[in-house]
């Protein structure tokens, strides 16, 4: 796992550096960590990491805003804020963050954060295979944006393209619920990365897109977004 940390303040990223190497390696996993004092200066080398660290409070480019690029980025990194502002939660959803930990609790919470990060990166080259007209397709999970009811067919919508099978949104919802999918209406189930933000009767992709959510999946939609994200 590489991994890299961005936080201005020097004496901090250096015990977080150390703190990172020595848990992973109590996990039995092995890591290597580059740290970085502005955003400006990590971007153009995401492609080298598997994972960021990023402080929220940066002067110049602050860590909301180099999350925007690695967003952008060719290669989508899982994102963990490093924050001591828990309001931040809800409205940093836009950029799709894998998780939050919090300055003041890091001993106690870096071990569940890096655990679910090895496990999250092991699973993201699992793939979903389905019948679609007499061919059998796999697609990795990371990739699917969505999957709809659309007459008799089920479509499965990814970046680059949109797939049929005659699968069951019902059985899709118990193969995929495990890996962050959750059913937000009658006809949609969405991958929770790709929620860009819930809003009263809809939600929104980080693409843009517009779907519907019924009213009575409101709160679990929110719940298992805070849950996807490890959010306290």
Do not use: W
Request: hydrophobic residues 40%; proline residues 2%.
């Amino acid at each position: 796992m590489k991994i890299a940390i961005c936080d201005d303040e020097r004496i901090f990223t250096d015990i977080f550096r150390e703190k990172l190497e020595m848990t992973a390696e109590k996990c039995g996993i092995e890591c290597t960590v580059s740290a970085f004092l502005n955003g400006a200066e990590m971007i153009s080398m995401l492609n080298r990491f598997d994972a960021v660290f990023l402080d929220v409070d940066m002067p110049g480019l602050s860590g909301e805003e180099t999350a925007e690029y690695s967003i952008g980025s060719e290669k989508t990194l899982p994102i963990i804020f490093v924050t001591n502002h828990d309001d931040f939660v809800f409205s940093s959803f836009r950029y799709r963050p894998f998780g939050f930990l919090r300055k003041r609790y890091i001993d106690s919470e870096l071990e569940d954060i890096i655990k679910r990060l090895d496990k999250y990166l092991a699973e993201i080259e699992r793939c979903y295979t389905f019948n679609s007209h007499n061919k059998l397709i796999s697609v990795r999970l990371n990739d699917i944006n969505y999957i709809e009811v659309y007459g008799h067919e089920t479509l499965v919508h990814t970046a680059n393209a949109v797939l049929t099978t005659s699968k069951a949104l019902f059985t899709i919802e118990k193969e995929l619920s495990e890996y962050g999918f959750i059913r937000t209406h009658k006809s949609y189930i969405v991958n929770t990365r790709y929620i860009f933000s819930v809003e009263r009767n809809s939600i929104i992709l980080s693409n843009g897109e517009n779907l519907p959510v019924s009213r009575t999946k409101l709160t679990d939609v929110k719940q298992m977004m805070i849950k996807f994200t490890g959010a306290n």
